[in-house]
């Protein structure tokens, strides 16, 4: 399993980016997908998640009406679109999958709010 995330850098508050995550080693299309994040000093929280047809998704309240997770199961692809991004939104952004009962995490990318 193996989950390669994109997409993050430095944007000003209300700005917009949209993460991806590249999943390879496993049937993409047969799991839930999700998006966490952790900012220094504190613990890992989770974002967002997609289940594996799209239909189902959830969110965190803090990004509700500002985040929307996406996937294309022809690209094995999750992504994550997020706008008016505030800078309580800095954070090291990561994909998981969990397969056979193991969490898989790729190895985050960071976005940072700042003006």
């Known amino acids: 399993v193996q989950l390669v995330e994109s997409g993050g850098g430095l944007v000003q508050p209300g700005g917009s980016l949209r993460l991806s995550c590249a999943a390879s080693?496993?049937?993409?299309?047969?799991?839930?997908m999700s998006w966490y994040r952790q900012a220094p000093g504190k613990e890992r929280e989770l974002v967002a998640a997609i289940t594996s047809a799209g239909g189902i998704t959830n969110y965190a309240d803090s990004v509700k009406g500002r985040f929307t997770i996406s996937r294309d199961n022809a690209k094995n692809t999750v992504y994550l679109q997020m706008n008016s991004l505030k800078p309580e939104d800095t954070a090291v952004y990561y994909c998981?999958?969990?397969?056979?009962?193991?969490?898989?995490w790729g190895q985050g990318t960071q976005v940072t709010v700042s003006s």
């Open positions: 998981k999958v969990r397969f056979n009962g193991v969490d898989y």
């Open positions: 080693g496993f049937t993409f299309s047969r799991y839930i």
